[in-house]
């Protein structure tokens, strides 16, 4: 009589407690099989008192025979009196049984405690790919080395990347100018080297011939366009001599003129030529002093 009495007092006390008994949350499965491994997603949904307060479990809750993977809200839902919350839960499992249950409970707080309250149990259906009694089959063993294909490392790759680029960017900060000066001198000499070597070729042809004499003044004009960055084989002899204030310069070009355009005569043009050579040469080393120089 007196444990009614006390059962009585502790209803009218608490009338969470009856609340409790009319709460109901409901929990299914997103499917009704499952293999090893997979994800599975168990939706769970409450109503509820709007001013209650209510926790779902966390990754600490034991989901046996699952295991938590993850978990999602949707947003609550609420009228007047009624706030409707789900969550779902993103579960796996390892356990061999075939049929798995599960219930997740949800905990009202009342007065600085908890009530549990559990949702209906379902259930699934643990599809396994092999279906022979292991024992029975005919496994064999083997120690033979097997080649795996390796992952190819991307994040070292991009830290390699990364110190390439920095070290680029530090070697032309620091030494920029003294390489560039380095590659210019290399790409002039390369260039000279060429010239002289041609340049005596169509020198060695002889000049019987002011097209041959032309000839070979247009390759002289051409080394020197790309060595001074003037436009050499655009411009007349008079403009020529007007850029290069040498006296001894001047003859030299317009005797040549005078021996393609006048009366020709290939007597001196050797000499005449060698002239031009000789110029060209001295452009180059004033060339290879300027950079050296800078």
């Not at 008994?21 to 939706?43: A, M, W």
């Not at 011939?209 to 655009?234: I, M, N, Q």
Request: net charge negative; hydrophobic share 40%; no cysteine.
């Amino acid at each position: 009589m007196y444990k009614l009495l006390i059962l009585y007092g502790i209803l009218l006390l608490d009338p969470a407690i009856i609340l409790a008994q009319e709460i109901l949350p409901r929990g299914y499965f997103s499917k009704d099989t499952i293999q090893i491994g997979e994800h599975v997603n168990f939706t769970l949904i409450l109503d509820y008192p709007r001013q209650m307060e209510v926790l779902f479990p966390d990754s600490s809750y034991d989901y046996s025979p699952f295991e938590f993977v993850g978990k999602s809200y949707l947003s609550t839902i609420s009228n007047e009196t009624i706030s409707n919350d789900s969550v779902v839960f993103k579960l796996t499992t390892f356990n061999l049984d075939s049929i798995q249950k599960l219930m997740i409970p949800v905990f009202l707080i009342t007065q600085g405690d908890s009530i549990r309250i559990d949702s209906n149990p379902d259930s699934l259906w643990l599809q396994l790919l092999i279906t022979e009694n292991i024992d029975s089959l005919n496994v064999q063993e083997t120690i033979n080395y097997q080649k795996v294909s390796k992952a190819f490392n991307y994040p070292y790759l991009l830290i390699g990347l990364g110190l390439l680029l920095l070290i680029a960017i530090l070697v032309g900060v620091f030494f920029g100018k003294k390489i560039k000066s380095r590659f210019n001198l290399y790409r002039l000499k390369r260039a000279h080297l060429k010239f002289l070597e041609k340049f005596k070729l169509l020198q060695n042809e002889g000049f019987e011939t002011s097209k041959k004499v032309e000839h070979l003044l247009g390759f002289w004009k051409a080394y020197l366009e790309r060595l001074d960055g003037l436009p050499y084989t655009k411009l007349t002899t008079k403009e020529i001599v007007t850029i290069n204030q040498n006296k001894e310069f001047q003859e030299t070009l317009r005797s040549i003129d005078s021996s393609i355009y006048g009366e020709f005569s290939h007597a001196d043009m050797n000499s005449l030529v060698t002239q031009l050579m000789e110029f060209g040469i001295d452009r180059y080393g004033q060339k290879i002093d300027d950079i050296k120089h800078v």
